[in-house]
């Protein structure tokens, strides 16, 4: 089974937190495709070569009581590496770069030092179609979305726009689940150019609402 597999490479409690994200995209929908407009929501961050963003993250799960507070940054280095800081409540890091996932936990009782573990990329669909998304949104290229998500566009005014997104991967493990529950999904929220929140959904409940606040760094491609 494929988490058996990747247990073996990341501890599991940090695996569940990256878990919870692959669950989520599940195929079965099927919504209108136009290409364009996806192209036209999708450029203003096609000619990005640096960006960094804070971020406050609530994670809800029928195992948790209350929601779950993350704050950290996120950060896009064209034109392969995509960098998820998470600053509280617990220091860890999350690279996603080429054909490589690795993540650092760190020791703050051994002075800080970071324990790393890697997976390659090429060996768990999932976490390509993961690459795919952020990719694909901070890269600005509708194609590394549409090879892994059907879509939807929905606009909800004058400056704010809905991109929602549906899973094409067939896997096992979320193909079983999907019969259970339908409600997986990924919503993402553009205002003014800018993507301000995205909100997952998957199996049982769980739910992740990332919001996006200040910008740090941000550098254009000279061309």
């Known amino acids: 089974m494929i988490f058996g597999k ?31 407009a996806l192209q036209k929501l999708l ?20 195992f948790f009581k209350y929601p779950r507070l993350y704050q950290g ?10 960098i ?23 020791d703050l009782e051994s002075s800080g030092k970071a324990i790393k573990k890697e ?18 949104l901070f890269k600005g290229q509708s194609s590394e979305l549409t090879h892994y998500f059907k879509y939807k566009i929905t606009h909800l005014s004058d400056q704010q726009t809905l991109l929602e997104l549906k899973s094409l991967i067939n896997d096992p493990f979320t193909q079983e689940k999907q019969q259970k ?3 997986k999904k990924i919503d993402v929220f553009f205002q003014d150019k800018h993507i301000t929140k995205i909100i997952m959904t998957g199996l049982g ?12 760094i941000k550098s254009r491609l000279n061309r």
């Open 119 to 136: 997976v390659s990329l090429n060996n768990y669909p999932q976490f390509k179609q993961l690459r795919a998304l952020f990719f694909g």
């Open 73 to 82: 940054y996120i950060e896009y280095i064209s034109p392969e590496t995509f």
């Open 181 to 183: 529950h339908t409600d």
């Open 6 to 36: 990747i247990l073996r490479v990341l501890d599991l409690k940090s695996f569940k937190q990256l878990v919870f994200l692959f669950l989520l995209l599940t195929p079965c929908f099927v919504y209108a495709q136009n290409e364009q």
């Open 205 to 216: 409940g769980e739910r992740s609402e990332l919001y996006f606040t200040d910008v740090i």
């Open 43 to 62: 450029s203003p961050f096609s000619e990005i070569e640096h960006i960094k963003l804070t971020y406050k993250e609530k994670r809800f799960s029928l």
């Open 84 to 106: 998820k800081y998470i600053e509280t409540p617990e220091k860890k890091k999350i690279v996603i770069s080429q054909d490589k996932l690795i993540l650092y936990n760190y």
